[in-house]
């Protein structure tokens, strides 16, 4: 994964790349020959809020409860059964039939929700990138899977969003944008073939809309959206909130269970 994207380096009024030190176009700071490293990686905002997650995650200092007496003491700290160890043993085995679960489980303990915010707090982790192509090779009925397909989706608007805010020219950001932004769609798509979360994969596919800069469409199909789902509502006053049409959001906010919370949700990550 890309960590933190790369300071732009000036010569006279010439940008060079910050790979190779080539020169690169105006406003870029990737030339042509090194573009391609950017769009292979899978890029998201570092938005990790505490880094020892990944520490336990990976299961490098996991505390396993030793019971009984022991010459190590009464904490072993090692490798346990976290939910990184178990993705990956499961990836592994032979019988995969639990996988939408653990994968369902996971993805949900990293903060992606259902309903796309662009709010998300996800930290890095080095197993994502391999995570995001699992529906291209494998497909499972059901709506547990289908919920791992919205989440997969998610992270893919959220990459596809982030990516085209970085210096890479704007031809670049756009064909880097529109490449993820499609995977994340056809996600939504075959999730929204559940009745259950039909509604869920409409609402997220508006926000990418939205983040496309489609506004008038995410508004239309969000309001449409709206009149079932609560999910919907908070997702339209984030689209208000951004269009700085915040009267109007605080009139959606107001009638929301949680009027604070939706509050802090849509002001924060604001474009």
């Not at 993805?107 to 309903?115: A, E, P, R, T």
């Not at 995001?132 to 893919?156: C, F, H, Q």
């Not at 596919?205 to 609560?230: F, P, T």
């Amino acid at each position: 994964m890309i960590n933190h994207p790369a300071a732009i380096i000036l010569i006279g009024m010439r940008m060079v790349c910050t790979f190779c030190g080539a020169p690169s176009l105006e406003g870029a700071m990737v030339c042509a020959a090194c573009l391609e490293k950017v769009y292979g990686e899978f890029y998201i905002r570092e938005w990790a809020m505490d880094p020892r997650s990944d520490l336990r995650s990976l299961g490098s200092r996991s505390a396993c409860l030793r019971i009984g007496p022991s010459s190590q003491g009464e904490v072993l700290l090692s490798k346990g059964s976290d939910p990184y160890l178990l993705m990956e043993k499961t990836l592994q085995a032979e019988d995969r039939s639990h996988l939408p679960t653990v994968l369902d489980q996971y993805l949900s303990g990293l903060g992606v929700d259902l309903c796309l915010m662009g709010d998300e707090q996800i930290p890095d982790r080095p197993m994502l990138k391999e995570l995001v192509t699992l529906p291209e090779s494998m497909d499972y009925p059901g709506e547990r899977w289908a919920k791992v397909l919205i989440r997969i989706g998610n992270l893919m608007a959220i990459s596809a969003r982030d990516i085209s805010r970085l210096p890479l020219g704007e031809d670049a950001r756009r064909e880097a944008f529109r490449e993820r932004a499609g995977k994340a769609a056809d996600l939504y798509r075959r999730a929204g073939r559940i009745a259950e979360l039909e509604g869920t994969a409409r609402g997220n596919l508006a926000m990418l809309r939205h983040w496309a800069g489609n506004h008038q469409a995410a508004m239309e199909e969000l309001r449409s959206v709206s009149a079932s789902s609560d999910d919907a509502k908070l997702q339209l006053a984030k689209v208000l909130w951004d269009l700085g049409r915040e009267e109007e959001a605080v009139v959606i906010i107001s009638q929301s269970p949680d009027p604070e919370g939706a509050t802090i949700r849509i002001r924060r990550g604001c474009q």
